[in-house]
């Protein structure tokens, strides 16, 4: 993957390696802010309309005061404007960081928007994995499950430390399990598995990221007829699972062969996969 040749801050094209942001930025000093990364194949964003409402939900929950012009149509004119700039014109991967501006913890009136577009060039190619992910548990680190934990925060030092802990053991992935002992998601995507012939994946009060491919196909199974269910997921239903996948907006879906000594196979996931937005 290359770096990125620019970015846009608050709208203007800026050398990648440009400092702009100020370390009395509560985006900096406490994650106050959140983020969306989304695939753009030939210009055009996947499953934007998810993406966007996605983004623009969490701002106004994390009460941020969004000018006139802040819309779906601007952020897409945004990412278009990068990639060209870039000539990222085959496929990239483009983060949207969104950040409050300078304030201590309490007092700020930045409630501002600050907005960064990154991009970075996808290798052509990529398609359904043959080999399965390698994941195990992680039990370092706790997410917690509030009205806020479906959001992509700033402040993504739970992920990050998982993620880490699984590089540390050469594994793929980690999974984070909640206060209550219970799988939240993985440390880049949300998991579903198959138990009892049932597809599963924990429900947003569970303290799951509200992926975008996660709202997919969710929406894509359940046309289709298959039994779905958003609820608990326990350790003992991962020891009992047929199937477990896991899924992002960039990956699409990579299938688990194993969580520590369980392992299993990709039936479903094969088939799902073909229900994937390419382009």
Not at 214 to 232: D, F, I, N, Y
């Amino acid at each position: 993957m290359q770096n990125a040749a620019g970015l846009l801050y608050n709208g203007a094209l800026l050398e990648a390696d440009a400092a702009f942001i100020s370390p009395d930025m509560r985006g900096f000093k406490f994650g106050d802010g959140c983020f969306e990364t989304m695939k753009v194949v030939k210009g055009q964003v996947l499953l934007a309309q998810f993406h966007f409402e996605r983004l623009l939900g969490a701002l106004e929950k994390l009460g941020f005061v969004l000018p006139e012009h802040y819309t779906p149509a601007w952020l897409h004119r945004q990412v278009q404007q990068l990639i060209a700039a870039n000539t990222h014109t085959e496929a990239a991967r483009v983060r949207i960081t969104v950040f409050r501006g300078s304030g201590g913890v309490y007092g700020t009136t930045d409630h501002f928007p600050h907005t960064v577009v990154q991009s970075w060039a996808l290798a052509p190619g990529g398609g359904w994995q043959e080999k399965g992910l390698r994941i195990d548990i992680c039990r370092e680190v706790v997410k917690a499950a509030d009205r806020f934990s479906h959001i992509k925060s700033s402040n993504y030092l739970s992920y990050t430390l998982a993620a880490r802990w699984a590089e540390e053991r050469q594994l793929d992935d980690a999974l984070v399990l909640n206060q209550w002992g219970r799988v939240a998601d993985a440390t880049i995507a949300n998991v579903f598995v198959v138990h009892d012939g049932i597809v599963k994946t924990p429900a947003p009060e569970e303290g799951c990221i509200g992926g975008v491919m996660r709202r997919h196909l969710l929406a894509t199974m359940r046309a289709a007829g298959w039994e779905v269910q958003e609820g608990q997921l326990t350790e003992e239903m991962l020891a009992e699972a047929t199937e477990i996948f896991l899924t992002n907006a960039i990956s699409g879906i990579r299938w688990v062969e194993s969580v520590g000594q369980y392992t299993y196979r990709c039936q479903l996931a094969a088939q799902l996969y073909k229900k994937v937005p390419q382009e």
